[in-house]
């Protein structure tokens, strides 16, 4: 059968991305790391063994190799890391009656959970349940909530994935900017929105993990919402302004706009 010319492309981009997946020299440094890792075990072994009383030597069949983690610093993602600590301390400090997340991170959830009252929406349930988090399954395109009506709400690393199928959601080109309609909707007057997304100089799709968006789009978007506060994670650095490229912003928003 002919191909297309677009289903030609595809193809070609296909074997383009499986040849850079297969690449040897990836391969053989993982396998360098991996023998110098085992090394390491076994010479660590031997002298505990040498340490040990006959009553303390251990079992080869209790042997658990934990390889790699003797670094030389704590290894930290640090988008999780910045972002979450960064809108927990906002969160807490504006006191709060109650709470409501939608997608975040479920560490920051139950984290968050335990010191303001809250309330979990995803299109997915937890795998395991925590007494102080009131899970509700729903949709950030229909949330289940009226018009007008939360005070307080989260939504980190969310928007930017809406509408591209990676989790189940329906496809949709238009998915981030409807999600956004909708947080607008239900937000309460004098309420406040905290958000993080991907930013950079260009808006551009990466389909289909998320979306990347120029910050003065982002911020037409949210109009006519105040933005109180914005930080941006820039590799390992945590800045107060934006520098030129790729980051991801933590944007603190509160709605002005008096109840209709």
Known sequence: MKKTPNESSEFTWMVHYFLRKSKIKPAIRSWRKEIHHWRRFWRTYWEYK???????QPDLNDLYPCLGDDTGITPIEPIYYYQDAWAFERIVKQKPASHVDIGSHHKFVALLSKVVPLTMVDIRP???PLETVLFHKGSILELPYPDNTLSSVSSLCVIEHIGLGRYGDPLDPQGS????????????????LYISIP???E???????HRVFSESYFLQLLSPMQLIQARYICGKKFLEAREPGFTVGCFHFKNCIPKQ
């Open 203 to 209: 808006s551009r799709t990466h389909f289909n993990a």
């Open 126 to 128: 937890p795998a395991l």
């Open 177 to 192: 900017e409807k999600a956004i309609e909708e947080l607008k909707r239900v937000m309460a007057p004098g309420g406040n």
């Open 50 to 56: 040498a340490l040990a009383s006959p009553e303390q």
């Open 199 to 201: 930013v950079d100089d």
